[in-house]
T-cell receptor, first 104, second 111 residues
Framework: KNEVEQSPQNLTAQEGEFITINCSYS?????LHWLQQHPGGGIVSLFM???GKKKHGRLIATINIQEKHSSLHITASHPRDSAVYIC??????FGTGTRLQVFP | NAGVTQTPKFRILKIGQSMTLQCTQD?????MYWYRQDPGMGLKLIYY???????DKGEVPNGYNVSRSTTEDFPLRLELAAPSQTSVYFC??????????FGQGTRLTVV
């Protein structure tokens, strides 16, 4: 069993839809990271959170430490949100990512 | 700030050759990491460092070595390159209890 698991692996959406990506982890952590990797390959760090909720623009990340679960939400999705979203825990052990495609 | 700078961006190596992937950050971050990403796969941690003079192995350290003589630099050394080391390599850094910054990646092909 992977220490960090994401679901779904692939996700397609219509522009404007509300999107949720889930991350479960089995390791003890002090913080969880969400990354975005665009088709060109570049990686951007979206959030690092250790409790509660963080919001940046249309992106919201939540974490439940007791349940070892985090979610990344995208409100009013847009085609430019199409990317691979990756969560990481502990010493930055990462899941395999969720590939999101948003169609106009 | 230039952020995290990786060089080279692309490299083709022959089996058995060696090379060093350079990573430099100008943000005074204590934590630095090296990852590899194989096609369609997630990021795998190779080595990491929590400060100058301190390094430790990650999930997939075999075939690689690192050093951290300064806060800014964290080079990754490949000795005796093998086709299995064909991958995209990312360097990252972060301060304590804050998000990471990633380099642009190095695409390495071993033939």
């Amino acid at each position: 069993k992977n220490e960090v698991e994401q679901s779904p692996q692939n996700l397609t959406a219509q522009e404007g839809e509300f999107i949720t990506i889930n991350c479960s982890y089995s390791v003890g952590i002090s913080a969880l990271h969400w990354l975005q990797q665009h088709p060109g390959g570049g990686i951007v760090s979206l959030f690092m959170l250790s409790s509660g909720k963080k919001k940046h623009g249309r992106l919201i990340a939540t974490i439940n430490i007791q349940e070892k679960h985090s979610s990344l939400h995208i409100t009013a999705s847009h085609p430019r949100d199409s990317a691979v979203y990756i969560c990481g825990a502990a010493k930055l052990i990462f899941g395999t990512g969720t590939r999101l495609q948003v169609f106009p | 700030n230039a952020g995290v700078t990786q060089t080279p961006k692309f490299r083709i190596l022959k089996i058995g050759q060696s090379m060093t992937l350079q990573c430099t950050q100008d943000m005074n971050h204590n934590y630095m990491y090296w990852y590899r990403q194989d096609p369609g796969m997630g990021l795998k941690l190779i080595y990491y460092s929590v400060g100058a003079g301190i390094t430790d192995k990650g999930e997939v350290p075999n075939g690689y070595n690192v050093s951290r003589s300064t806060t800014e630099d964290f080079p990754l050394r490949l000795e005796l390159a093998a086709p299995s080391q064909t991958s995209v390599y990312f360097c990252a850094s972060r301060p304590y209890r804050a998000s990471s910054s990633f380099g642009q990646g190095t695409r390495l092909t071993v033939v």
